[in-house]
């Protein structure tokens, strides 16, 4: 029988993080809950978790900060649970690093397809691919390097998993709903103009020269081509 999935809930709101914690633990979920966000980031440092749930509007360190300051030592699936429903809020998010995004007020069902989707994406991430390689383009994905022509990239983490997608799936056109589903984990309709502008930012990062890699297969979604 497997060890319960460990869950890092970082909510400071009682009733909120009460209701989610009776829920997970009811699935079997392993939850440690802490309420603010300077707590969080020590629990996240220093014990092992599967996922982190973790409010935006945090005392001491908002969410989007601890998301930011975890990507520096750690690529842990990250939910981000928040009451404001700004797309400009969720492109923040997501540019901090964070797997997925919940608006509250939500449905425990939702939120568990969730944790479901980010432990899925990150096991067959890590368990099958090791190394991926287009054209003068190579992607370790243990060290979580991109190099062009033995040049590391920087990247965001969202730029990274959004450009490992797209390699896996090379010469094979990608609509912007299965990227969003993919990359992002969301299993309901929102703005699909997130994978036009996360695109944007990956093509300008690549060289003058490798930036049609990325073709756009216009009313469909993208494809790289070998």
């Given at each position: 029988?497997?060890?319960?999935?460990?869950?890092?809930?970082?909510?400071?709101?009682?009733?909120?993080?009460?209701?989610?914690?009776?829920?997970?633990?009811?699935?079997?979920?392993?939850?440690?809950?802490?309420?603010?966000?300077?707590?969080?980031?020590?629990?996240?440092?220093?014990?092992?978790?599967?996922?982190?749930l973790l409010d935006v509007?945090?005392?001491?360190?908002?969410?989007?900060?601890?998301?930011?300051?975890?990507?520096?030592?750690?690529?842990?699936?990250?939910?981000?649970?928040?009451?404001?429903?700004?797309?400009?809020?969720?492109?923040?998010?997501?540019?901090?690093?964070?797997?997925?995004y919940i608006v509250k007020?939500?449905?425990?069902?939702?939120?568990?397809?969730?944790?479901?989707?980010?432990?899925?994406?990150?096991?067959?991430?890590?368990?099958?691919?090791?190394?991926?390689?287009?054209?003068?383009?190579?992607?370790?994905?243990?060290?979580?390097?991109?190099?062009?022509?033995?040049?590391?990239?920087?990247?965001?983490?969202?730029?990274?998993?959004?450009?490992?997608?797209?390699?896996?799936?090379?010469?094979?056109?990608?609509?912007?709903?299965?990227?969003?589903?993919?990359?992002?984990?969301?299993?309901?309709?929102?703005?699909?103009?997130?994978?036009?502008?996360?695109?944007?930012?990956?093509?300008?990062?690549?060289?003058?020269e490798s930036a049609n890699?990325?073709?756009?297969?216009?009313?469909?979604?993208?494809?790289?081509?070998?």
């Amino acid at each position: 029988m497997r060890t319960p999935y460990r869950v890092l809930l970082v909510e400071d709101e009682k009733n909120i993080a009460r209701f989610i914690e009776l829920e997970l633990r009811h699935e079997d979920f392993d939850v440690v809950h802490h309420i603010s966000g300077r707590e969080g980031l020590k629990a996240a440092k220093n014990q092992n978790f599967d996922v982190v749930l973790l409010d935006v509007m945090l005392p001491e360190l908002n969410g989007i900060e601890v998301c930011r300051r975890i990507r520096l030592f750690s690529q842990l699936p990250i939910i981000l649970i928040t009451a404001r429903d700004a797309i400009v809020d969720r492109v923040a998010g997501l540019d901090a690093g964070a797997d997925d995004y919940i608006v509250k007020p939500f449905a425990i069902e939702e939120l568990l397809a969730r944790i479901r989707s980010v432990l899925r994406r990150t096991n067959r991430l890590n368990d099958v691919i090791t190394r991926l390689e287009f054209k003068d383009i190579t992607i370790d994905t243990d060290a979580h390097l991109v190099e062009i022509n033995n040049k590391a990239l920087e990247l965001t983490k969202t730029e990274y998993d959004l450009l490992v997608f797209l390699i896996q799936h090379k010469n094979h056109v990608v609509t912007r709903n299965l990227i969003l589903e993919s990359v992002w984990g969301y299993l309901v309709d929102i703005e699909t103009n997130v994978v036009d502008v996360y695109i944007r930012h990956l093509r300008s990062k690549l060289p003058r020269e490798s930036a049609n890699y990325i073709e756009t297969v216009r009313g469909v979604g993208y494809v790289m081509r070998q």
